[in-house]
């Protein structure tokens, strides 16, 4: 090969390092924020069944009011 081939795969090979790189850290993000909102909506299904009294006093007991 010659030397300017070399370098352009060399230059791609890095490029898609950082992009893989990225892609990897957004994976991270977002399941981090996924299981924040699997959370909330267990916690919003709770309310809605056993219903909003329920609800307030179990939400009393947590924060010690």
Same mark, same amino acid.
Do not use: N, Q, W
């Given at each position: 090969?010659?030397?300017?081939?070399?370098?352009?795969?060399?230059?791609?090979?890095?490029?898609?390092?950082?992009?893989?790189?990225?892609?990897?850290?957004? @994976?991270?993000? *977002?399941?981090?924020?996924?299981?924040?909102?699997?959370? %909330?909506?267990?916690?919003?299904?709770?309310?809605?069944? @056993?219903?909003? *009294?329920?609800?307030?006093?179990?939400?009393?007991?947590? %924060?010690?009011?």
């Amino acid at each position: 090969m010659s030397e300017d081939t070399t370098t352009k795969i060399a230059v791609h090979e890095a490029v898609c390092a950082e992009r893989y790189a990225a892609i990897e850290k957004s @994976f991270t993000d *977002g399941d981090k924020r996924m299981t924040r909102i699997e959370y %909330l909506l267990y916690t919003v299904i709770v309310c809605v069944l @056993f219903g909003p *009294g329920v609800a307030g006093e179990l939400l009393k007991k947590v %924060l010690g009011l």
